[in-house]
């Protein structure tokens, strides 16, 4: 199934009734997790560390710090400035992380080739580099201390994402439960919260499989219901109780409020941080909606609702000290109100609990494509929206979590010091990205990237500081699963990059691949043979060791290389590298796969009868060229991607087929260069472009008339190879793997012998195999044992 990668919301085609109906889908997807913050913000406050008195300094003083994080952080901070670092109209931590990639050589992914930079979606703003910039950017690339200090940075922000994904269903269900204390005794109350809980995130975890799709209709009306109930309570509040309760609005109330509390108030800011708990996603679901949408469901909704509910909650307790019950959201309720407020709650709640959720599968997808994460099974679950998955294995370990979190708990206030370091955690790192971003990627003075780290990072540090302070009261759980969750991605993507090296240094050449022959004792059987392997160039060790024990391959060979790079999405059309590896009576070749972070891998129905029309693509091309109708006297033998000698050069292939004889007309001076092929139709422009620096481009337009003629003037030697290739095809394909152990080389360090002979290869044997992710047929696949000494 083709995903429609680059239709996600396009912006500059939307109109306004179009971004507005955007706008309110968003309230249902991005600000479920932000929405319901009001329900456990004074609770979490007000737990321990300050108390409420007569002269409501306490109360007017937390408002005011709600009132000015809601404005600096997602207002000023997300709104204004993160959501415009966008990588092709996504964005979130991988996103920053992506661009930062691509204009400064700090990636470590390993098999990486020029011919990537040439993808539509690897665009690349080239302003007028500063003197500065240029020097920040020689920094990073010079130091590869500093390229694994940034992969770390963001593999922990994407722990605290994981973090994030379990605590808040915890909290936000358990908050919205909670009401229930106002309508029942304290004995039945205890024994009647958890359970309910326990079975609203069991159900939530139980249905996820489903998919968002089938319940998401009714997301966007839950929230805005929910937005207006908070709203309407909150207007009631200020006007019967105290319409004076906006002068607290004011920053004096801040100070006051420091001065007279002191440690204790410092210490609450953990729990008034949870009022911008969920701000991250707005960034991070960029993708599903626009930038215009986002800004205006947040700016003329989402904010002011917040800023009502929360002066609300302070006009109500400002005129009572003296609550029977602790102090909370539903207390400032009217009892006339309180259960359709406690139904509409939970359902606010479990919709927030269904974006975050969502949100964790669909990050730790983008660890795995870019081998940071152990394999998993990840299942697309609808074929219509782009980056809905879920994926079981890590659904269930959630839901155990969640429900032994709220067990364990049994409090908003351990659960709110949980869930607020996560948060910020995620906060800072995001703060530090798009720094670098502001420097490298928009050539911005440095001066203005340290003036957005000090303003929003010294808020952020401050709220982080106080909630670090509570690690033995909740907070050492977030911190605890980080280190456990970057601790397994380094290790996992450590020992990939090493087994990469270990393949790069003994491969062997081409001419011992052309050697092979009847006079060794090897045979070519019919069929197809698919040889999967992470290089990009040269043959694999593994298929070596293939031949020496079992001296036979079959009459078509392909090295297939699936890879990732650092873009979204890789439009089809330009997914497959295809290229000869040898002369063309070998029939052998090379096919690079590449996909982009957020692309779902399994995107065609069938791999082979996908990667045998391309290669039929191919061959036609290869035959056009061998004919003269392509001039390639000006091509460059530097600039071949890292091909090995004797290897022709990789050829993008399309999706057309290229049946007619081609009419051609040249162009010169033409940036980058490339060859197309394709209808004379708008549509179609680029379906085969050659990667090469080549200052020409030569566009065809078929002929339909010559269709029928085509045919007849091909080349005997083209029809053979076609033959050959549909008749390999009848015969069936055979899928190549290397089942690898990985052992550290002798004189390694402690540590590495323990992450890689027992922390890599445990996790290894208990993940999913390559042939799993690569949804291989179990009576197709041949297993090739390898053992990787690194």
Avoid at 23 to 51: C, N, R
Avoid at 227 to 237: M, Q
Avoid at 495 to 504: C, G, H, I, N, R
Wanted: charged share 15%; glycine share 6%; net charge neutral.
């Amino acid at each position: 199934m083709d995903v429609d990668y680059g239709k996600c919301w396009d912006t500059s085609k939307k109109s306004w009734k179009s971004t507005l109906i955007l706008a309110y889908q968003s309230l249902g997807v991005v600000y479920g997790d932000l929405s319901i913050s009001p329900l456990y913000v004074y609770k979490s406050t007000f737990a321990e560390d300050i108390h409420h008195s007569e002269t409501n300094e306490e109360i007017y003083g937390v408002l005011s710090f709600v009132f000015w994080t809601l404005t600096l952080v997602p207002l000023f901070k997300y709104v204004f400035i993160v959501l415009r670092a966008d990588d092709n109209g996504e964005g979130g931590t991988f996103a920053l992380y992506s661009l930062i990639c691509r204009h400064a050589k700090v990636s470590l992914l390993p098999n990486r080739q020029v011919a990537d930079e040439a993808l539509s979606t690897y665009k690349l703003e080239h302003p007028p580099e500063t003197k500065n910039s240029s020097r920040v950017k020689l920094l990073l690339e010079k130091h590869k201390s500093l390229h694994t200090a940034l992969l770390i940075l963001v593999l922990l922000g994407t722990c605290m994402v994981i973090g994030d994904g379990l605590l808040t269903p915890v909290i936000s269900v358990f908050s919205a439960v909670s009401g229930l204390e106002l309508s029942m005794s304290r004995d039945h109350h205890q024994y009647a919260v958890i359970p309910i809980t326990c079975f609203i995130l069991v159900c939530l975890f139980a249905l996820q499989h489903y998919g968002t799709h089938r319940v998401g209709f009714c997301f966007a009306p839950i929230v805005m219901t929910w937005l207006l109930c908070i709203s309407a309570l909150g207007l009631y509040n200020i006007i019967h109780w105290n319409p004076q309760v906006y002068k607290a609005l004011s920053p004096y109330y801040m100070i006051k409020f420091l001065k007279k509390t002191r440690k204790g108030g410092w210490m609450s800011l953990g729990g008034i941080l949870l009022c911008i708990t969920g701000s991250e996603a707005m960034f991070a679901d960029l993708g599903h909606f626009s930038y215009a949408a986002i800004q205006i469901a947040f700016t003329f909704l989402v904010y002011p609702a917040l800023i009502l509910a929360y002066m609300g909650q302070a006009a109500f307790l400002s005129r009572h000290h003296h609550t029977i019950h602790k102090i909370g959201f539903y207390v400032s309720v009217p009892d006339c109100v309180r259960w359709p407020v406690l139904v509409i709650a939970i359902l606010a709640s479990v919709v927030g609990s269904q974006a975050i959720i969502s949100g964790t599968f669909s990050i730790i997808n983008q660890s795995q494509s870019l081998g940071c994460f152990p394999r998993v099974k990840v299942v697309h679950t609808n074929a219509k929206i782009h980056g809905q998955v879920y994926i079981p294995e890590i659904n269930w370990i959630l839901m155990i979590l969640c429900v032994a979190v709220t067990i364990g708990f049994r409090d908003t206030k351990h659960m709110g010091n949980a869930s607020g370091l996560a948060v910020m955690a995620v906060m800072l790192v995001t703060t530090c990205l798009t720094s670098l971003v502001i420097i490298l990627c928009w050539n911005k003075p440095p001066i203005l990237a340290l003036g957005f780290l000090l303003l929003f990072g010294s808020i952020e540090l401050l709220y982080f500081s106080a909630s670090v302070i509570k690690f033995l009261e909740g907070a050492w759980l977030p911190i605890l699963l980080a280190l456990f969750l970057v601790t397994v991605m380094f290790v996992w993507h450590y020992a990939t990059v090493k087994k990469y090296e270990y393949d790069l240094h003994n491969k062997v050449s081409l001419e011992w691949l052309l050697a092979l022959g009847p006079s060794l004792g090897i045979t070519r059987v019919p069929g197809i043979g698919l040889v999967f392997t992470d290089l990009t160039s040269g043959i694999p060790a593994n298929f070596s060791r293939f031949v020496t024990n079992l001296p036979a391959y079959h009459r078509i060979l392909v090295f297939v290389c699936v890879k990732s790079v650092p873009v979204p999405f890789v439009p089809p059309a330009e997914r497959y590298l295809v290229g000869r590896v040898g002369p063309a009576a070998h029939r052998s070749y090379r096919c690079i796969v590449r996909y982009g972070y957020r692309d779902v891998h399994q995107d065609v129905d069938s791999f082979e009868s996908e990667l045998v029309s391309r290669l039929t693509d191919f061959i036609r091309y290869d035959w056009y060229k061998a004919h003269g109708i392509i001039d390639t006297c000006n091509e460059d033998d530097g600039s071949r991607s890292g091909a090995s000698s004797g290897e022709c050069r990789l050829t993008v292939i399309g999706t057309l087929d290229l049946s007619g004889t081609p009419a051609f007309e040249l162009e010169d001076n033409v940036q980058p260069a490339s060859v197309s092929v394709g209808f004379p139709t708008v549509e179609s422009v680029t379906d085969v472009i050659e990667m090469q620096p080549v200052q020409r481009r030569v566009r065809f337009a078929i002929d339909n008339e010559s269709e029928g003629d085509s045919r007849g003037e091909m080349d005997a030697q083209l029809q053979e190879e076609l033959e050959d290739l549909y008749a390999a095809q009848q015969a069936g394909t055979a899928f190549v793997l290397g089942h690898s152990h990985v052992k550290a080389k002798q004189g390694s360090s402690v540590f590495k012998r323990l992450a890689i002979n027992y922390g890599y290869n445990f996790l290894r044997r208990n993940c999913r195999g390559a042939d799993v992710s690569l949804k291989v047929p179990p009576a197709s696949l041949l297993e090739v044992g390898m053992v990787y000494i690194v």
